[in-house]
């Protein structure tokens, strides 16, 4: 069965009485280049171990599972779990779990932590990728799970809007404050745009595959301090600096002045203009 084609998708919708629900954002990729694309992207190894949030039909999956060592495939759609197991019934190195991955604790992202849980038996060490083509209400807080992870993904391939993409990717001076919190961990790329005519149903926008490498935590930075400050300072992007940092931390608008100008900021520009790098000095010269 060609399980990246429109046909496939309907007949096995059909078969298990299957309504596709847009609150899921349940879009299928029926564009065996653009599933080619994603698995050359991954940089995948036979001793890989990959977890895929969203298989779907299980037609990415399938490709996945002959590359690397073991597949963890989370479906949040308790109905997808049967198409899943029909689909995948060959193949022995995947593990199917429902569940919701944003109520997967951190500490849980690893074999045996949790007695009982859903990661008990499961082999995700530290040396694992993240593979996902996720809808839109998922992408920031899912990013951010991992990137704050306990145990942190080698790297993270998801299929992303485009207009999302270019977000985590911009460079002053259009940062936004998405793109700030994935570059204090990680590095991002664009690998490919991907046209909306690749899925089915068809989205209204297209979509890029996005691969996050050099994913760690920087020991030197006091992160709860650094996002105090970038969300402040982000608070009315269209701002200068001076006035948001002042009100917002209530600090007087002169200190923050001096502060700005010790790290080679000038007050009147906007967060927006900001790099990574000027956000960790201040976060350095705050007392906040």
């Known amino acids: 069965m060609n399980l990246a084609s429109k046909k496939a998708i309907q007949n096995l919708l059909k078969k298990y009485q299957i309504r596709l629900s847009k609150r899921l954002g349940q879009n299928f990729l029926v564009n065996?280049?653009?599933?080619?694309?994603?698995?050359g992207s991954a940089r995948l190894s036979p001793d890989d171990t990959v977890l895929e949030i969203g298989p779907g039909i299980g037609n990415l999956t399938i490709e996945l599972a002959k590359k690397v060592k073991k597949v963890v495939a989370i479906e949040k759609d308790q109905k997808m779990i049967e198409i899943l197991k029909e689909t995948l019934k060959d193949f022995k190195n995947v593990e199917i779990i429902q569940g919701d991955i944003l109520k997967i604790s951190n500490f849980q992202l690893g074999p045996k932590r949790s007695s009982g849980g859903w990661?008990?038996?499961?082999?995700?060490?530290?040396?694992?990728?993240?593979?996902?083509?996720?809808?839109?209400?998922?992408?920031?807080?899912?990013?951010?799970?991992?990137?704050?992870?306990?145990?942190?993904?080698?790297?993270?391939?998801?299929?992303?809007?485009?207009?999302?993409?270019?977000?985590?990717?911009?460079?002053?001076?259009?940062?936004?404050?998405?793109?700030?919190?994935?570059?204090?961990?990680?590095?991002?790329?664009?690998?490919?745009?991907?046209?909306?005519?690749?899925?089915?149903p068809q989205p209204k926008v297209d979509s890029a595959i996005l691969r996050i490498t050099q994913i760690n935590t920087d020991e030197k930075t006091d992160?709860?301090?650094?996002?105090?400050?970038v969300k402040t300072g982000f608070s009315?992007?269209?701002?200068?600096?001076?006035?948001?940092?002042?009100?917002?931390?209530?600090i007087d608008?002169?200190?923050?002045?001096?502060?700005?100008?010790e790290n080679n900021i000038k007050p009147e520009q906007r967060a927006e203009t900001l790099t990574i790098e000027?956000?960790?000095?201040?976060?350095?010269?705050?007392?906040?």
């Open 236 to 250: 009315h992007p269209r701002k200068q600096l001076i006035n948001n940092l002042s009100k917002g931390l209530k």
């Open 32 to 39: 065996k280049k653009v599933v080619k694309k994603i698995i």
């Open 253 to 261: 608008r002169e200190k923050i002045r001096n502060l700005l100008l």
């Open 119 to 200: 990661w008990a038996g499961c082999s995700l060490i530290s040396n694992y990728r993240v593979v996902a083509n996720i809808p839109y209400y998922l992408t920031s807080p899912l990013i951010r799970k991992f990137l704050e992870a306990e145990i942190k993904p080698k790297e993270m391939i998801l299929t992303v809007q485009k207009e999302v993409a270019e977000r985590i990717c911009a460079k002053p001076p259009d940062m936004s404050i998405l793109a700030v919190s994935v570059k204090f961990y990680a590095e991002p790329k664009i690998i490919a745009f991907v046209s909306k005519k690749s899925f089915w």
């Open 278 to 288: 000027d956000w960790i000095s201040l976060t350095k010269s705050f007392n906040v």
């Open 223 to 229: 992160s709860h301090r650094f996002f105090k400050i």
